[in-house]
C-alpha cells in the first residue's frame, strides 16, 4: 500500500511546489485588452513595493528586497538610491520638503536636500507590531494629515494593539497618531478621489475556501470593516462597513490608482462616475492559479451619500506578481512586478502605425 502511495504523495508536492513557483515564473508576456499594449521598460528593480512620481521623468521606488529608495529616470534608465538601510519600505508621500516613508512597523519623515537624498530622519511612529502582514501604503488628506496601512499580524486573531488591522491617522510634524477606521485585515494601498473620498483595497483571510472575496472600500471615519468576525456565516459582521467591490478569494489586490479624465484608458466620464485600476497579485492560497492581472474598476455614486456601486472587469492578465501601480502624469500607466528582480511595464494606447 505504501509503495502505491509514494508516487501519489510524489505528484502532489511538486504540484505544490510547481504552485508556489507559477506566479514569479509567469509574467514574461503580459497580455491586454484589444487596443492597448504591454511595455517592459525596466528591469532589476529588486523588489517594488510603491511607485511614486517625483516629477514627470523621475520615478521613485520603494525595493523591500533592497531596503532602499531608488530614483528612476524612465527616459535614461539612470538610475541611483536616494536612501537605504531601510526594513522592508512599502510606501512613502512627498510633501514639499519632506518625504515620509513606511517602513516594517515604523514611519519616518525625512528632509529633501538640494541633491535630491532624503537625509536627517526624523522617527514620526515605531513599535508597530509586525507579524504576517506590516504596515503598508502611506497617503496624506487634502487636510495634511497622513493615513498609514497597517496589515494584522496574523490570518484570524484577536490584536492586542488596535493598531494592526486598520488605517491610522497620524500627525505629519509630531508623531500623534490613532485609529481611523479598524477591522481591515491587510490593506496594501488607496486612493484619494477629489470629490469623493478615500478608496483602499483589502486582503482577507486565508483558508475558508470560497470566502473570502478581496475587497475595495470606501473609508468612512471611525468605521468597523468586519475582521477578524467575518466568517463565511457572518460575511459582514452586524454594524460594520460593506465592500463597494469584491473580486476573486485569496488573489490579493493590492496596488490602486484613479485614472484621469485625459488618460487614453478606458474608463468613466466624470458624469457617470470614475475609474480605478488595480493590481491583483495572485495567491498561493488556491489549488488553481488565480490573480496575475490588472483589473479596471469603474465606480458610480449612489443615491445616497457615501453609497457606491462598482464593475470591475479584467484589463491585463498574465502580468505576474504585479504589485504597485501609478499613473504617470500624461495619463500611462505604471506598474510593477514584484518576481522576476523586479520589472516595470506600461499599459497604453496601441500606437498608431497609418
Request: with cysteine.
Amino acid at each position: 500500500m505504501r509503495r502505491h502511495l509514494l508516487p501519489v504523495v510524489t505528484l502532489l508536492i511538486a504540484l505544490l511546489m510547481a504552485r508556489q513557483l507559477y506566479p514569479y515564473a509567469s509574467g514574461s508576456e503580459p497580455s491586454v485588452v484589444e487596443g492597448y499594449e504591454v511595455k517592459r521598460v525596466a528591469d532589476g528593480l529588486g523588489g517594488p513595493t510603491c511607485l511614486v512620481w517625483a516629477n514627470d521623468t523621475h520615478l521613485l521606488i520603494c525595493d523591500r528586497d533592497g531596503g532602499a529608495i531608488t530614483e528612476l529616470n524612465i527616459q535614461t534608465d539612470e538610475r541611483r538610491v536616494l536612501l537605504n538601510g531601510l526594513d522592508r519600505p512599502h510606501g512613502m508621500v512627498l510633501l514639499d520638503t519632506v518625504v515620509v516613508v513606511s517602513e516594517a512597523g515604523k514611519l519616518t519623515s525625512y528632509t529633501i536636500a538640494e541633491s535630491g537624498l532624503y537625509v536627517e530622519p526624523r522617527v514620526l511612529v515605531e513599535g508597530i507590531p509586525v507579524g504576517n502582514h506590516q504596515t503598508n501604503t502611506v497617503d496624506v488628506m487634502p487636510n495634511g494629515t497622513l493615513l498609514w496601512h497597517s496589515g494584522s499580524t496574523c490570518n484570524v486573531c484577536d490584536e492586542l494593539d488596535a493598531r494592526n488591522a486598520a488605517l491610522l491617522w497620524v500627525n505629519a510634524t509630531t508623531g500623534e497618531h490613532g485609529v481611523l477606521a479598524s477591522g481591515v485585515r491587510n490593506s496594501f494601498d488607496g486612493v484619494w478621489v477629489e470629490g469623493h473620498g478615500y478608496f483602499f483595497t483589502d486582503n482577507g483571510r486565508d483558508w475558508e475556501g470560497d470566502h473570502p472575496d478581496e475587497e475595495l472600500n470606501f473609508m468612512i471615519p471611525g468605521a468597523a470593516y468586519g475582521w477578524p468576525d467575518d466568517a463565511p456565516e457572518t460575511p459582514i459582521p452586524s454594524g460594520t462597513e460593506a465592500p463597494v467591490g469584491r473580486w476573486t478569494p485569496h488573489t490579493s489586490m493590492n496596488g490602486i490608482d484613479v485614472r484621469p479624465v485625459h488618460s487614453p484608458l478606458p474608463g468613466l466620464s466624470p458624469s457617470e462616475g470614475f475609474t480605478l485600476y488595480a493590481t491583483v497579485y495572485g495567491s498561493w492560497n488556491t489549488l488553481l492559479p488565480v490573480g496575475q492581472e490588472i483589473v479596471r474598476i469603474d465606480v458610480m455614486p449612489g443615491e445616497e451619500e457615501n453609497t457606491y456601486t462598482t464593475d470591475i472587469t479584467r484589463f491585463a492578465w498574465d502580468a505576474g506578481t504585479p504589485l504597485p501601480l501609478v499613473f504617470h502624469p500624461n495619463g500611462t500607466l505604471y506598474y510593477a512586478i514584484f518576481g522576476g528582480g523586479g520589472q516595470l511595464f506600461t499599459i497604453d494606447e496601441v500606437a498608431d502605425s497609418s
